[in-house]
C-alpha cells in the first residue's frame, strides 16, 4: 500500500503518509493515485481543481469553507512547514466545533484529508511554505465563507507569536455562533 492512513481525533479528517523511497540521490513517492487513495481510505473522491501558494513566516490562511459547493481538500506542503488546522462545521455531527492540528512539512511529506463540511487553514511555521491542495469542488468565491481564525469558542491552539499576518477576509471571519454551518 503506497499510504499509511491515520485517522485524528476528528475521524473523517486523515491523515496520509506516502511510501517514500530515497537514497543519495534523493527520493521518489507518488503525490497521488486514484486507485490507491481510494483503496487505501474507501473514499470514492474526484479532484477537479489543483491549488499552489506560497506564504512567508507568520502568515495564517483561514479558516476557508464554501457553504454551496463543499469542497473536500487533499493538501501538502512541497517547501517549507505549516500547521494545518481543521474544523468540524456539520451542525449534526457530535464532533461539531471541534478542530484538529497537524503539521505538515516538506520533510515529513504527509498529506490532510479535509472532507466538505469542514473549515479549512494553516499558519507557516517556517521562513517560507509552499502548500498544494487537491478540490473537490471549484472555487465560488461567492459560497466562500471563513470562520473567524481567533474564536475562543472553537479554541484553535495556533503556534504563534503575536499576532499572524491575515488576508482581510480572514480578519473579518465570523465566530462560530455566527457562522454559515452545513445541516
Given amino acids: 500500500m503506497p499510504y499509511t492512513v491515520t485517522p485524528t481525533d476528528l475521524p473523517e479528517v486523515l491523515i496520509l503518509e506516502p511510501k517514500v523511497f530515497g537514497d543519495d540521490r534523493g527520493f521518489f513517492f507518488e503525490s497521488f493515485n486514484q486507485r490507491d487513495f481510494q483503496q487505501a481510505t474507501g473514499l470514492d473522491v474526484h479532484f477537479v481543481q489543483d491549488n499552489h501558494s506560497k506564504s512567508s513566516q507568520g502568515v495564517l490562511r483561514g479558516l476557508h469553507y464554501q457553504i454551496q459547493h463543499p469542497q473536500g481538500k487533499l493538501v501538502r506542503v512541497t517547501q517549507g512547514a505549516v500547521f494545518d488546522v481543521t474544523v468540524d462545521l456539520r451542525c449534526s455531527s457530535p464532533n461539531f466545533g471541534k478542530w484538529v492540528g497537524v503539521e505538515l512539512s516538506a520533510d515529513n511529506k504527509r498529506q ?72
Avoid at 466538505?116 to 469542488?137: R, W
Avoid at 472553537?154 to 477576509?169: F, H, I, N, R, Y
Fill in 112 to 183: 490532510l484529508w479535509v472532507p466538505p463540511g469542514f473549515a479549512h487553514g494553516f499558519v507557516v511555521i517556517s521562513e517560507l511554505a509552499e502548500f498544494l491542495y487537491k478540490t473537490t469542488d471549484y472555487w465560488y468565491p461567492e459560497h466562500e465563507r471563513s470562520l473567524l481564525w481567533c474564536d475562543p469558542t472553537v479554541g484553535v491552539q495556533w503556534p504563534v507569536d503575536g499576532e499572524p499576518k491575515l488576508a482581510a477576509k480572514d480578519t473579518a471571519g465570523k465566530v462560530l455562533a455566527e457562522a454559515d454551518c452545513f445541516a
